[in-house]
C-alpha cells in the first residue's frame, strides 16, 4: 500500500499567483516598467500592493510620441498606438495630428476608441507633421504636397497619396494636473485681452513634485523700411480684408499703396528672392479681463501683405484702426537659422541649469509648432526646425506640426532690435515662426 502524500507545508506558497506575489516589489517593479501601456494598467488592477509597485513605475510626467505613414488608415492607427504605448504611461491626453488624404472623423473615433471617452483626444488636420516614425525611428519633419488647385474649393484637391497618408499620435501622462478639451464648435467673437505674463507655468500636487512649461520663440521675419502710420482705414469684414493709405512717420503727406510698396522693395534691393510681406502693426487697446478694471494694452500684430494699387494697400484680416503705426517685414532664412542657434542656446541654458536648491529638473518632452512656410523650401536642408530640441535633449521626446498662425505669449524683442520702450510690447501670435513648448519636472524633495 502507498504511503499517503505530504501535505503542503503551511509556510510554502502555492500556485502561480503566490509564487509571484513572493518574488519581492524591487524584482516587480523591474517587471512591470518592461510592459507596454495596457499590460501595465492590467497589472496595477491586479493587487493593492502591485497598484502601489505601479505607481512607483510612472510617478513622474511623462510623453510619448509615434507618427505612421501607412497608407491604411486602420494599420497606421495601429501603429502609432503600438509605438506610443510600448511602455508604461497612463494617458491623461492626447493629440493626434491627421493627414489630409485621411478622413479627419474616422479618424478620430479609431482614436477615441482606442483611449475610451474619459481620455480627453485634440484631431487637427495640420500643414504638415514633425516626428518620430513608429516603424524606422527616424525623425522627419513632413509637409503635406498640395497643389496650386487645392486653393480653389470648385476643383477636386490634387494631393499626392504617398505624401499625405499620416498620422502623428501625442500622449500625455501628468500626475497632479487635469486636463480637458474644449470643442469649438462654431466661430466665437473674443474680446482682446490682457495677456500680460510670463511664458512659464507651473503644477504641483502634494508628492508629485512640480511640472513646468516653457515656450520659446525662433522668429524667421526681418523688418525692412521706415515706420508708417495709417492714414485711412476700410475693413472689408466679409472678406477679412483692410485696404489702407499711410504716411511715413514724422511726414504728414498720404502715399498710397504703390508707392509705399515701391519704396519696401528700394529698400530690401535683390537681397531677397520673392519674399513675403507682412505688416507688423503696434495696437494701443483698451481691454480687461472678467471684473479686472480696463486698462491699456500695448501688441504688435501681424498682416499678411496681399496687394496695392495707386490709392490702397491691401492687407489681410481686419483690427487695424486709424493712427496705428506699422513697419514692413519679409521672410528671412537667414534670420530663422540665427533665431534658432538662439534658440539652442536657451536650451542648453535651460539643462545645465537643471538643478534647484538640490533637486533635479529633468525635461521628459517637448513640442513645436512651426510656420508652414519654413520647413526644408525655406531652409534649403531638412529638420532644421527640430534640431535645437533634439541636438540639446537626444532620447527625450519630441514632436509637433506645421500650421498656419503660432501662438506663442511673449514680447517683440526678437522683432524690434532698438531699445524703444517695448519692454511693455507683446505678441501672442506670430507669423514665418517656431513656437517650442518644453516641459520639465522637479521632483519633491520627500519623493
Given at each position: 500500500m502507498a504511503s499517503p502524500s505530504p501535505s503542503p507545508s503551511p509556510s510554502r506558497p502555492c500556485g502561480v499567483a503566490a509564487t509571484i506575489d513572493f518574488i519581492g516589489e524591487d524584482?516587480?517593479?523591474n517587471i512591470v516598467a518592461r510592459l507596454p501601456a495596457f499590460s501595465?494598467?492590467?497589472?496595477?488592477c491586479v493587487s493593492r500592493s502591485w497598484n502601489l509597485v505601479c505607481d512607483r513605475v510612472l510617478c513622474r510626467p511623462k510623453l510619448s510620441s509615434a507618427c505612421s505613414f501607412n497608407f491604411s488608415l486602420h494599420v497606421a492607427v495601429e501603429e502609432v498606438f503600438n509605438k506610443a504605448l510600448s511602455e508604461p504611461i497612463r494617458p491623461h491626453f492626447a493629440i493626434a495630428s491627421i493627414g489630409p488624404s485621411f478622413d479627419l472623423q474616422q479618424a478620430h473615433q479609431l482614436i477615441t476608441a482606442k483611449l475610451g471617452s474619459k481620455v480627453p483626444v485634440i484631431t487637427n488636420v495640420?500643414?504638415?507633421i514633425i516626428g518620430r516614425d513608429a516603424i524606422s525611428d527616424e525623425f522627419k519633419e513632413i509637409q503635406w504636397e498640395i497643389t496650386e488647385e487645392d486653393d480653389d474649393p470648385g476643383v477636386p484637391l490634387l494631393q499626392p497619396e504617398s505624401a499625405n497618408r499620416a498620422i502623428m499620435l501625442i500622449v500625455g501622462f501628468l500626475p497632479g494636473m487635469k486636463v480637458e478639451a474644449i470643442p469649438l464648435l462654431k466661430q466665437i467673437a473674443f474680446k482682446e485681452h490682457n495677456h500680460h505674463g510670463r511664458t512659464q507655468f507651473f503644477s504641483s500636487c502634494l508628492g508629485t513634485g512640480e511640472t513646468q512649461f516653457k515656450a520659446v520663440l525662433s522668429t524667421g521675419l526681418s523688418p525692412v523700411g521706415p515706420t508708417y502710420k495709417a492714414a485711412s482705414v476700410r475693413e472689408k469684414h466679409r472678406d477679412s480684408l483692410t485696404w489702407i493709405t499711410a504716411r511715413r512717420e514724422g511726414l504728414r503727406e498720404n502715399i498710397d499703396g504703390e508707392t509705399i510698396m515701391n519704396q519696401v522693395y528700394d529698400e530690401l534691393g535683390d537681397r531677397i528672392q520673392f519674399p513675403t510681406f507682412y505688416i507688423g502693426v503696434t495696437k494701443r487697446r483698451k481691454c480687461s479681463i472678467g471684473q479686472d478694471k480696463v486698462g491699456?494694452?500695448?501688441?504688435?500684430?501681424f498682416h499678411e501683405v496681399l496687394g496695392d494699387n495707386q490709392e490702397y494697400l491691401f492687407v489681410g484680416d481686419v483690427g487695424i484702426k486709424t493712427g496705428d503705426s506699422f513697419r514692413f517685414y519679409h521672410s528671412d532664412s537667414s534670420i530663422a537659422l540665427s533665431s534658432n542657434a538662439t534658440v539652442?542656446?536657451?536650451?542648453?541654458?535651460l539643462k545645465q541649469g537643471s538643478t534647484t536648491g538640490g533637486d533635479t529638473r529633468e525635461v521628459f518632452g517637448g513640442l513645436v509648432f512651426t510656420c508652414c512656410?519654413?520647413?526644408e523650401s525655406f531652409f534649403g536642408q531638412p529638420n532644421v526646425d527640430s534640431s535645437p530640441f533634439l541636438d540639446v535633449f537626444p532620447g527625450v521626446t519630441f514632436a509637433g506640426t506645421f500650421c498656419g498662425g503660432e501662438i506663442g505669449r511673449g514680447d517683440v524683442n526678437?522683432?524690434?532690435?532698438?531699445?524703444?520702450?517695448?519692454?511693455?510690447?507683446?505678441?501672442?501670435l506670430h507669423v514665418y515662426s517656431a513656437v517650442y513648448l518644453v516641459m520639465s519636472y522637479t521632483s519633491s524633495k520627500g519623493s
Open positions: 524584482l516587480l517593479q501595465f494598467a492590467s497589472a496595477a495640420p500643414s504638415g491699456w494694452m500695448t501688441s504688435l500684430a539652442s542656446e536657451r536650451l542648453r541654458c512656410g519654413r520647413g526678437p522683432y524690434i532690435k532698438e531699445s524703444q520702450e517695448q519692454k511693455s510690447v507683446w505678441c501672442c
